[in-house]
């Protein structure tokens, strides 16, 4: 059964740092692309960042690029996506997803994703 599960989601203060994962099961990890959406109430799901299948290509929204870090650990089945000076505007339900496919558009859009985690939630206090 292919699985992702996100974790490390929870409340942070304006300025501060959070680290999420998703661990992967069922999927030969390394020959998937992987991507960080995010969804906050009441507004569409939005690309956050992706990352190729060998780690050496990532892609970033423009409202995340300089503050968030997406890594990978293929050993680990594991993508992680580091931000940094979190702003109240992040707050969202980040879901993880993979792709077998290959992408002329940096893996950025939802539709490029087969499989999706269940999100975990990000609250930035200001």
């Known amino acids: 059964q292919v699985q992702l599960v996100e974790s490390g989601g929870g409340l942070v203060q304006a300025g501060g740092s959070l680290r999420v994962s998703c661990a992967a099961s069922?999927?030969?990890?390394?020959?998937?692309?992987m991507g960080w959406f995010r969804q906050a109430p009441e507004k569409e799901r939005e690309f956050v960042a992706s990352?190729?299948?060998?780690?050496?290509?990532?892609y970033y929204a423009e409202s995340v690029k300089g503050r968030f870090t997406i890594s990978r650990d293929n050993a680990k089945n594991t993508v992680f996506l580091q931000m940094n000076s979190l702003k109240p505007e992040d707050t969202a339900v980040y879901y993880c997803?993979?792709?077998?496919?290959?992408?002329?558009?940096?893996?950025?859009?939802?539709?490029?994703?087969?499989?999706w985690g269940q999100g975990t939630q990000v609250t930035v206090s200001s």
């Open positions: 997803a993979a792709t077998k496919r290959y992408s002329s558009t940096y893996f950025s859009g939802a539709y490029e994703y087969d499989v």
């Open positions: 069922g999927l030969m990890f390394s020959s998937y692309a």
């Open positions: 990352i190729s299948r060998s780690g050496v290509v990532t």
